[in-house]
Nanobody
Framework: QVQLVESGGGLVQAGGSLRLSCAASERTFDIYTMGWFRQSPGKERQFVAA????????TYADSVKGRFTISRDKAKNTVSLQMNGPNPEDTAVYYC???????????????????WGQGTQVTVSS
């Protein structure tokens, strides 16, 4: 399975911006659909965004639509999450995930993915 490592988390003020990155261990990175999830203490892991193998399709949770942007760089084997205008409710550990399945409505589901990173903490101060 592909190994994933997130980076870029930290403390950000509400209304600021932050960019998360996820590096994949495999050169065949483009065979994977990629997603971002987040988890706050006491809550279930929540879907944030996903991007197809080609990068042509993306989908977002309603709570982040218009504020966050997912993208991928095939040359660098990375997927990123640009967070613009975060608010304190966005505070969570953010996880990168990979799936070898075809793009479908299941991209929002936890069990669609087979590999997960270790997570990176994002804290948004008010």
């Amino acid at each position: 399975q592909v190994q994933l490592v997130e980076s870029g988390g930290g403390l950000v003020q509400a209304g600021g911006s932050l960019r998360l990155s996820c590096a994949a261990s495999e050169r065949t990175f483009d065979i994977y659909t990629m997603g971002w999830f987040r988890q706050s203490p006491g809550k279930e892991r929540q879907f944030v965004a996903a991007i197809s193998r080609s990068g042509s399709w993306t989908t977002y949770a309603d709570s982040v639509k218009g504020r966050f942007t997912i993208s991928r760089d095939k040359a660098k084997n990375t997927v990123s999450l640009q967070m613009n205008g975060p608010n304190p409710e966005d505070t969570a550990v953010y996880y990168c995930a990979a799936s070898s399945k075809d793009w479908s409505t299941e991209v929002r589901q936890y069990d669609y993915y087979i590999s997960w990173g270790q997570g990176t903490q994002v804290t948004v101060s008010s």
